[in-house]
């Protein structure tokens, strides 16, 4: 059984540019959320969704920001028009019920903003 | 909102000295989780303590759940290499959302 997928694991982006964010969870997870770290700092929770369904983004930036997660695929975190303060370590979570019960991460995607 | 507050931020010890981070909830919470992070790795989940008064042990790691289920405490006895890293503690809100503390970070003096 795969643990957790998140691609890319490094990404480079100039300051303007889009950033796409995948994460598959494990088999058998339908819940994800998504996390940043910055160097040195602790995990901030982002988003959380069912399949089909943000189902908490508080701690989402309200602009250039999206998360979705398909019926079919991996879901998704889409950062648009970056900027420098966007450079961060991303990690993708996932768990089989809610989030009451362990999360089992991703190995992050390195995003760094020129 | 619901708070976890984790100390110290950092902790300094010489191979095969002892290591305790603590963690306070602001509100009680159904449980708590504890993760530990390498350096440029990602969280692993390492432990889940539900009832009141627990005490759980992990070979060398002792875990404690408070009476109040408020407070919890991590101690590593003996540390070695392999336990370089940052711990962090979790536990759900009303909403069952993960809220973090900010982390432990072991770090063993050369």
Redesign the interface.
């Known amino acids: 059984n795969a643990g957790v997928m998140q691609n890319p694991r490094h990404l480079v982006r100039r300051r303007g540019q889009e950033a796409r964010l995948r994460c598959s969870p494990m088999k058998g997870h339908s819940h994800v959320?998504w996390y940043r770290q910055l160097p040195?700092?602790?995990?901030k929770?982002m988003v959380?969704l069912q399949k089909e369904n943000i189902i908490?983004e508080s701690g989402m930036p309200k602009e250039r920001f999206s998360a979705e997660f398909p019926k079919e695929g991996p879901s998704i975190l889409r950062i648009q028009q970056v900027v420098r303060g966007d450079s961060a370590a991303y990690?993708c979570?996932s768990s089989p019920l809610?989030?009451?019960?362990?999360?089992?991460?991703?190995?992050?995607t390195r995003l760094t903003v020129l | 909102g619901q708070q976890v507050m984790q100390i110290p931020q950092y902790q300094h010890v010489q191979e095969g000295e002892d290591f305790t981070t603590y963690c306070n909830s602001s509100t009680t919470l159904s449980n708590i989780q504890w993760y530990k992070q390498r350096p440029g790795g990602h969280p692993v989940f390492l432990i889940q303590l539900v009832k009141s008064g627990e005490v759980k042990k992990q070979k060398r790691l002792t875990f404690q759940f408070g009476e109040a289920k408020k407070n919890s405490s991590l101690h590593i006895t003996a540390t070695q290499t392999t336990d370089v890293g940052t711990y962090f503690c979790a536990g759900p809100d009303s909403n069952y959302q993960l809220i973090w503390g900010a982390g432990t970070k072991l770090i063993i003096k050369p």
């Open positions: 959320y040195e700092e602790g995990l929770f959380y908490d990690f979570a809610s989030g009451i019960n362990e999360q089992f991460f991703g190995p992050g």
